[in-house]
């Protein structure tokens, strides 16, 4: 079902674009459906006369940790990322970065393309390495490709399985220096604002405690079995705005016909 629902302000150009919002099934549905990919009803977002209001995008990805959208005549890149960052309420903290699928021998050895090449990328979460990751995540497609799935897991379901407490006591450290630190750091950290930030990446973080030990390895172990939602970003155009702090992503494997996929890449949010 189609309805017009205006949730944008500043649209960048003149004319009346369109913006394709997917909306999510259910947690509760998510939990029976393991591992499946799911139909999604699509939102049509017009925008009209007067002052349209962007509580529904911000809304929708509070409530399910993301958000798919389609644009039609956005502009630039650079437009789309500052309707984001005013929308969402959090400063651009990166420009756009162009991601294409590389070979181990290209890549930079610490890098996932330098560690997983044309493979599966691991689900992780953003800079889990750094004291404070960006916010959003941001993906646009630039050359989509229709075999290459971005996976998402909604960390929800690993802290409640493992615990909040469990979670929390859990200390771990970057694998290499940032920023000529090794800080210690929470999987879950709760914030001033009553927000928690989880962090993920088996590749750059490590256990750094007994109790992180065993939460490292709960996680990992859960991972197999969590419920996931795949995402094809299959057209120029496509969007996924991912709340970083809580979800954990990943890439599927790439093909012979799909490396030509380019993605641009940014975020919002300061990180330290």
């Known amino acids: 079902m189609r309805w017009p629902h205006p949730i944008l302000t500043g649209w960048p150009l003149g004319q009346p674009s369109a913006l394709w919002i997917n909306a999510p099934p259910p947690f509760d549905r998510v939990e029976r459906d393991t591992q499946a990919t799911y139909s999604r009803a699509m939102l049509q977002v017009t925008q009209e006369e007067g002052q349209p209001s962007s509580n529904a995008m911000r809304e929708a990805v509070n409530r399910d940790g993301y958000v798919a ?11 789309l990322l500052q309707l984001l960052s005013a929308a969402l309420t959090e400063r651009v903290f990166s420009p756009w970065k162009s991601l294409k699928p590389r070979a181990k021998s290209v890549a930079s050895p610490v890098s996932y393309s330098g560690m997983y090449g044309f493979e599966d990328f691991p689900m992780h979460s953003d800079m889990a390495n750094w004291k404070t990751p960006p916010r959003y995540l941001i993906l646009l497609a630039q050359s989509g490709a229709k075999t290459v799935q971005t996976p998402i897991i909604d960390s929800a379901w690993l802290i409640s399985r493992v615990g909040q407490t469990e979670l929390t006591r859990s200390l771990v450290q970057p694998r290499r220096p940032i ?8 999987l879950l950290e709760p914030k001033p604002s009553g927000q928690q930030l989880f962090r993920w990446d088996q590749t750059f973080i490590k256990p ?15 991972l197999k079995q969590a419920p996931r939602t795949e995402f094809c970003l299959e057209k120029a155009g496509s969007v996924i705005v991912i709340d970083n702090w809580r979800m954990l992503h ?9 490396r030509g996929r380019e993605l641009f890449r940014a975020y919002l949010g300061g990180a330290t």
Not at 250 to 258: K, L, N, P, T
């Open 69 to 79: 959208l389609d644009i039609v005549d956005f502009g630039t890149p650079e437009n």
């Open 179 to 186: 920023q000529g630190r090794l800080p210690l750091m929470r």
């Open 208 to 222: 750094a405690s007994p109790a992180g030990l065993i939460g490292f390895s709960a996680v990992a172990k859960l």
């Open 250 to 258: 990943g890439r599927s494997s790439v093909s012979q016909e799909d």
